[in-house]
């Protein structure tokens, strides 16, 4: 049980699909040792590609894709920030699969051991996968075939 002392983390996220349509997602975790949302901020964007993406089923996120894909869309969700909470701890995936309310702490580890093995773009949903691996293919056959792989 968390009290006004001990106050959750919001992690707060997005899904921004090749036509810039956004979709936001948020989890909520303990923060039983206290950490500062500033220190919890710079942990978190330095395990992130580029400070700011990563594949949300990779660290059991719920992942917010659109129904309807694209062929330039991608894997990839966005960090926006996080903030202190009184919320209740909300962490559905992680919930799902470990029945757990997960600590800041340990988010933070799953997000150092994903960058550590790599970003891997195929741990989405099947069809976002499918999707990834015809875009890769279409690009293998065009570099192949020796057309600007490029345009």
């Not at 309310?101 to 960058?115: C, G, S, V």
């Amino acid at each position: 049980m968390t009290n006004a002392t001990e106050p959750n983390i919001r992690f707060r996220y997005l899904y921004r699909d090749a036509s810039n349509y956004k979709q936001h997602g948020e989890a909520v975790f303990t923060n039983h040792d206290l950490m500062p949302v500033e220190e919890i901020e710079k942990q978190i964007r330095a395990f992130l590609k580029e400070g700011e993406y990563f594949i949300a089923q990779q660290v059991n996120i719920e992942e917010w894709f659109f129904d309807a894909l694209y062929e330039d869309d991608h894997p990839w969700h966005e960090f926006s920030r996080v903030e202190a909470t009184t919320a209740p701890a909300f962490d559905p995936e992680n919930w799902s699969e470990h029945q757990h309310k997960r600590d800041i702490r340990e988010f933070i580890a799953e997000l150092e051991t994903a960058r550590r093995s790599g970003w891997d773009e195929t741990r989405v949903r099947p069809d976002v996968a499918r999707l990834l691996a015809r875009q890769k293919d279409e690009l293998k056959r065009r570099f192949e075939a020796g057309e600007d792989v490029l345009k």
